[in-house]
């Protein structure tokens, strides 16, 4: 039940407050770095009772803030996964030392052998190759869809995948990586509904809001059990840091903690404040990025060299695509593809010439990124995968910066001459 003495604030604000009471840290007004690998006990007893609470819920220490290692927990671990629950509207977050640890720790505690997943098409790479190469060598299978607001679409891969034995997860990114295809998170949520008649099962509904975050599309306002995120992009924002997180219900979140203390994927003290600090000016960041990819996106859907600009703002009026954008996200995001008239040999000569975007496969970050997907982020995606989910040769992904926009624009202007 939620704490109506509380105030609710809202996502930015929690951003900044929740999580932390300056009493606990000598008044420190920001939370301070626990640097430490293990923690002392009053008494032989006292630490009993620590790993009582732990490991079994219960006794005296239940519910405080008592610690044993730091690979199990650590305040600001603490600190950290109550804010990233809070700022996603849910009951609990783990936070992981990657997004791709994230992601294998839910496919490692959600898919059994024999079970089945179904994504979308275009997910992370990683993530793609998670669910097609790595998990079928633990006994799963796996089906796809390639439009995420075609419900005989998006059936018809449950059905595929039925017909391999149970399915007991679906799995979006929205917007996908690179070209900024939409997920309708109602219909998926369906779409579970209707997989739990036909199979007597309800799969677990997961997304991935890495591209649009908690500031511009809220998954669990639509039913979604668990949220994904790659914290390394927008919510760090830097691109110095690597780290992941999944929040959901508590039910489903805490048999992933106990697994994490065996994978020892969780995040340390010295990046989960950083993560912290990070998180201060997520909307801050985002918004002004935000501004800079609307104006860089006209800017390249009217160049003659340009052949489609697969930004989320130019989802066409009157599709199913463009309802869901209007209903489900709160932005545009500032990570968007487009795509070159020609190949490879022109997207090369394109990014060799740039002076200020730098080629790197990261984004969400203070400066633009930009690379050449079929040949950086997807390389391991088969080649009719990529062209199935809008990746050609000539499709090259942007992830647009703080920088100012006039000398971002001069920068593609200067290296389009090149094409």
Known sequence: MP?????????????????????????????????????????????????????????????????????????????????????????????????????????????????????????????????????????????????????????????????????????????????????????????????????????????????LGPFHQRPFEHGVDLCVTSLTKYCAGHSDLLAGAITGRKELIEPLKLQRLVWGSHLDPYTAWLVLRSLETVALRTERAMENAKTVADWLKAHPKVAGVTYLGFTPEGTPARAVFERQCKGAGSTFSFHLHGGEAEAFRMLDSLKLLKMAVNLGGSNTLICHSASTTHYAVAREMRLASGITDGTIRLSVGLEHVDDIIADLAQALEAV
């Open 3 to 211: 704490d109506h003495t509380k105030p609710q604030f809202r996502p930015e604000t929690l951003a900044i407050v929740s999580g932390y009471n300056p009493e606990d840290a000598l008044r420190s007004a920001k939370p301070p770095v626990y640097m430490t690998a293990t923690f002392t006990y009053p008494s032989a007893q006292v630490a009993k009772d620590v790993h009582r609470a732990y490991f079994d819920g219960d006794g005296p220490e239940a519910g405080g803030s008592g610690h044993i290692y730091s690979r199990l927990g650590h305040p600001g671990l603490d600190i950290l996964e109550e804010r990233l629950a809070a700022i996603d509207g849910t009951e609990a977050a783990l936070a992981y030392c990657s997004g791709m640890a994230a992601h294998t720790a839910v496919a490692l505690a959600y898919l059994k052998p024999g079970e089945g997943v179904v994504h979308g098409r275009p997910f992370y790479s990683g993530v793609d190759g998670l669910f097609n190469e790595i998990m079928p060598q633990f006994g799963s299978h796996s089906a796809y869809w390639t439009d995420g607001c075609d419900e005989a679409n998006m059936w018809a891969a449950c059905e595929e995948a039925m017909a391999k034995g149970p399915v007991a997860m679906l799995a979006a990114e929205s917007p996908g990586n690179p070209t900024a295809a939409l997920v309708d998170l109602d219909l998926l949520v369906k779409i579970a509904g209707r997989v739990e008649v036909a199979q007597g099962r309800r799969p677990i509904v997961m997304v991935d809001n890495t591209l």
